[in-house]
């Protein structure tokens, strides 16, 4: 971690791209640290279903406004526009989310002319760390606009008990229909039933 203040640039605008309230928490306390208040960005086609979606969602508007921060919220609800950018491969649905969303952040911040975008889906130790990595270099070269990275790891925990402290909705699952029927399918297997 850099010391505190040192190393930022003047006039540095930083565009966060949000997952969700809970991990953002400790993403914004951290580049806080660094003198940095970033602008908050919602784009997440792949919650689902829609009262999951606006649960979040609110939860994000909340936090935003406790934290006293500008944000950018994408509010329409996509399940179909999910399925058909996210489907074409459902093995790599993951990587085809990051790249959809990221994208739309790179491209935002680029034309609204922000110095960096990030996102918090750096912090969750159950995401893809390096293909999210690879993903915003990408939309970086893609768009001419830096890619802020930062591991965000170390924080996880931390964020995550500082959450629940605030009384936010923490999700069950990462928020696409694919994560919910892998929670679902895992708690069901592990129950036992009799059957005479």
């Given at each position: 971690?850099?010391?505190?203040?040192?190393?930022?640039?003047?006039?540095?605008?930083?565009?966060?791209?949000?997952?969700?309230?809970?991990?953002?928490?400790q993403c914004v306390e951290y580049?806080?640290?660094?003198?940095?208040?970033?602008h908050l960005f919602w784009y997440?086609?792949?919650?689902?279903?829609?009262?999951?979606?606006?649960?979040?969602?609110?939860?994000?508007?909340?936090?935003?406004?406790?934290?006293?921060?500008?944000?950018?919220?994408?509010?329409?609800?996509?399940?179909?526009?999910?399925?058909?950018?996210?489907?074409?491969?459902?093995?790599?649905?993951?990587?085809?989310?990051?790249?959809?969303?990221?994208?739309?952040?790179?491209?935002?911040?680029?034309?609204?002319?922000?110095?960096?975008?990030?996102?918090?889906?750096?912090?969750?130790?159950?995401?893809?760390?390096?293909?999210?990595?690879?993903?915003?270099?990408?939309?970086?070269?893609?768009?001419?606009?830096?890619?802020?990275?930062?591991?965000?790891?170390?924080?996880?925990?931390?964020?995550?008990?500082?959450?629940?402290?605030?009384?936010?909705?923490?999700?069950?699952?990462?928020?696409?229909?694919?994560?919910?029927?892998?929670?679902?399918?895992?708690?069901?297997?592990?129950?036992?039933?009799?059957?005479?």
């Amino acid at each position: 971690m850099r010391e505190k203040g040192k190393g930022i640039r003047d006039n540095f605008k930083l565009l966060l791209h949000c997952c969700c309230a809970p991990c953002s928490v400790q993403c914004v306390e951290y580049l806080r640290s660094e003198n940095i208040k970033p602008h908050l960005f919602w784009y997440n086609f792949n919650i689902h279903p829609f009262l999951e979606f606006k649960s979040r969602l609110e939860c994000f508007k909340e936090f935003a406004f406790e934290e006293d921060l500008k944000y950018t919220a994408f509010e329409d609800y996509e399940l179909k526009g999910f399925l058909n950018k996210v489907f074409i491969n459902s093995e790599k649905h993951c990587v085809n989310c990051y790249r959809v969303r990221l994208e739309k952040t790179a491209r935002f911040a680029s034309q609204e002319g922000y110095s960096a975008f990030t996102t918090t889906l750096l912090i969750s130790p159950y995401q893809d760390h390096e293909a999210i990595k690879s993903i915003g270099e990408e939309m970086s070269n893609k768009y001419n606009v830096e890619f802020y990275y930062k591991d965000f790891r170390p924080l996880f925990r931390e964020g995550q008990a500082a959450a629940r402290s605030k009384g936010m909705y923490m999700q069950k699952y990462c928020g696409c229909i694919f994560s919910e029927e892998e929670r679902y399918i895992k708690d069901f297997s592990q129950r036992k039933y009799n059957v005479n």
